[in-house]
């Protein structure tokens, strides 16, 4: 029979949270668990969290309800509460009757100790980061680079990828941003423990590596006289046999630093010719409100020089509507920044305020839920239209595809030849389905695209 107890986890949030849960799944099979993707089968089960918007939270609560009910059969079950909001609310959330455990970001390292003593002992305990805008100590920061260093491999989502952090935490303090309360201040990642990193995953067969930090462009490291930017760790880490394209997330349009990374981007095919690049909004007024360091000529001008520098650049953008006092007529000013700027698509969300943030406590959320709707259909319905003249472009050339693997209705849409049907992604990051054989997940194939959607393009291997 088989002891080794059995952990359910589910991850919510952004692509750092993403790599938490690996980090986590990685340390937690060493410390003995084993994956199942069943919560009736499961021992623990594990939430790692997002704060972001109010409704990233409502979704985890409703989660919540639901283990509630399955522990009235499942006495024992263990529920873990990790990530942004664990650190958010802290004991708040052990209050919860489903909860036993809440660890924040920057506890991981403990997480298997304390998981085992809630598993033994039924003990609740709330781990997390006390003063979380005070500058960690180096033990600290040794902790955590210890974990990283020893689990970072452990990323199988999509075959032959995976995402490394470069930077932790947030400095910047946008107001309505909840990142810097729930992830520290920001710190830059010694570019060896970056680079051996890197130097594992490509031994393991990893081709592409994405680049993660809140504002990946500010990487800056001082070793011996010498300062590393992003620049430096992207060529670096084109210098590793095996690693055939990198990317870098998310990036904040600030002059500084950009000249040399665009530079890069242009000089070695490794760089994904890819920016995302949010603008939030195309209104100073609102740019000011939100801390947002740049005006809209500006942010335009650095898209200008990133399309000069790389010519052919697929950028992507974020944007939120209904701000605190947003006008039609600051709408009408981000519209007009979305027509200029061209994105290849952007993701736009409706403002949602969050708990002390600095547009929370100073500022009203003054626009109506219909309104931010309104706003926000709108101006999807702008990028779009752009989405889908950028992808006109595309019809009847040949692109290089890293595959990512089986499209959702890969067996619904088989060919004549009885191939399933893929999907990949461009260095411009456009998604790409076509069929082939499922042997191609993880490499890089060549698709002729044969027709389009705002969104999509479609083909077939060349
Ligand atoms: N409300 C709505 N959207 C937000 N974002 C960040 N904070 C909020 C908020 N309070 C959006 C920004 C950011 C993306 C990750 O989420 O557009 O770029
Ligand atoms: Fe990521 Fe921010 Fe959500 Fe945390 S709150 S998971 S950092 S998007």
Redesign the pocket.
């Known amino acids: 029979m088989d002891m080794m107890k059995r952990i359910y986890v589910q991850s919510f949030?952004?692509q750092?949270?993403k790599l938490d849960t690996a980090l986590v799944v990685g340390a937690l099979k060493e410390a003995g668990f084993r994956l199942t993707d069943t919560v009736k089968d499961a021992d623990v089960v594990l939430m790692n969290t997002?704060?972001?918007r109010e409704h990233?939270e409502q979704r985890v609560f409703s989660h919540l309800g639901h283990l509630k009910h399955i522990k009235e059969s499942h006495p024992d079950l263990v529920v873990g509460v990790i990530?942004?909001m664990a650190q958010r609310l802290g004991d708040e959330l052990l209050k919860h009757e489903a909860v036993n455990l809440v660890c924040g970001p920057a506890q991981i390292p403990r997480l298997s100790v304390l998981l085992k003593e809630a598993m033994q002992g039924k003990k609740a305990t709330t781990a997390v980061t006390e003063k979380i805008r005070q500058k960690p100590t180096d033990e600290q920061n040794q902790l955590l680079e210890d974990f990283e260093s020893a689990y970072g491999v452990e990323d199988k989502q999509i075959p032959n990828q995976a995402f490394v952090r470069v930077m932790r935490g947030c400095n910047n303090f946008c107001t309505y941003c909840?990142?810097p309360y729930?992830?520290g201040p920001e710190v830059s990642r010694p570019p060896e423990a970056i680079m051996e990193q890197i130097k594992k995953l490509a031994d393991h067969g990893v081709k592409q590596v994405t680049l993660l930090g809140q504002r990946v462009n500010a990487y800056q490291y001082q070793q011996g006289g010498r300062t590393w930017s992003l620049a430096d760790l992207l060529d670096a880490a084109s210098n590793i046999k095996g690693i055939e394209w990198l990317r870098f997330v998310t990036s904040y349009p600030s002059g500084e630093f950009f000249n040399d990374i665009l530079q890069v981007m242009a000089d070695s095919p490794k760089v994904c010719n890819y920016l995302h690049i949010p603008a939030q909004s195309g209104s100073d007024r609102i740019l000011q409100a939100m801390n947002r360091r740049y005006s809209s000529r500006e942010y335009l001008d650095l898209l200008g020089r990133a399309r000069e520098i790389v010519p052919g650049i697929s950028i992507a953008g974020d944007f939120i509507v209904g701000f605190s006092g947003e006008t039609e007529e600051d709408f009408e000013a981000t519209i007009d920044l979305v027509r200029k700027a061209r994105y290849k698509n952007a993701f736009i969300f409706k403002y949602s305020p969050r708990p002390g943030t600095t547009a929370d406590k100073r500022l009203q959320d003054t626009i109506p839920g219909d309104v931010k709707q309104r706003r926000n259909v709108e101006l999807l319905a702008v990028q779009e239209k752009i989405s889908d003249e950028l992808s006109r472009d595309f019809l009847g050339k040949e692109v290089n595809v890293l595959v990512e693997g089986l499209s959702k209705k890969s067996h619904v849409n088989m060919d004549q030849n009885d191939n399933p049907q893929l999907i990949g992604r461009t260095s411009g990051d456009w998604i790409v389905v076509f069929n082939g054989p499922e042997s191609l997940t993880g490499q890089f194939a060549q698709v002729k695209i044969t027709a389009v959607s705002p969104l999509t393009l479609f083909g077939q291997l060349g």
Do not use: F
Request: hydrophobic share 45%; net charge positive.
């Open positions: 949030g952004c750092m949270n997002c704060s972001v990233a990530g942004c909840i990142v729930v992830r």
